[in-house]
Nanobody, 121 residues
Framework: VQLVESGGGLVQAGGSLRLSCAAS????????MGWYRQAPGKQRELVAT????????NYADSVKGRFTISQDNAKNTMYLQMNSLKPEDTAVYYC???????????????WGQGTLVTVSS
């Protein structure tokens, strides 16, 4: 499974960006999709997740009320709408999918290459 992220860039504090993550490949199913981020000198942290079956979502406290995760199951694509961005949101954002893949239905845990989000003050 390949994950391709897009939508990162430079934005002023208070601005908005929308990240996309498209999954492609053969013979796979996705149970959970998520966004993580890693700021310079810090560990990677969870931003938000969405369960593909029922659409339930989970957010880090630091982004609640500002970020919205969504999915388009038909396109195997996930989005992260980021509003009211703050300088502390500056990080490389990674998408992640958990599911099953292949004819043997083995566990899938795939990561995108990351997209840089920079928020200037």
């Amino acid at each position: 499974v390949q994950l391709v992220e897009s939508g990162g860039g430079l934005v002023q504090a208070g601005g908005s960006l929308r990240l996309s993550c498209a999954a492609s490949g053969s013979t796979f199913s996705i149970n959970v999709m998520g966004w993580y981020r890693q700021a310079p000198g810090k560990q990677r942290e969870l931003v938000a997740t969405i369960t593909t079956g029922d659409g339930s979502t989970n957010y880090a406290d630091s982004v609640k009320g500002r970020f919205t995760i969504s999915q388009d199951n038909a396109k195997n694509t996930m989005y992260l709408q980021m509003n009211s961005l703050k300088p502390e949101d500056t990080a490389v954002y990674y998408c992640n999918v958990l599911g099953r893949t292949g004819i043997w239905n083995i566990a899938l845990d795939a990561w995108g290459q990351g997209t840089l989000v920079t928020v200037s003050s």
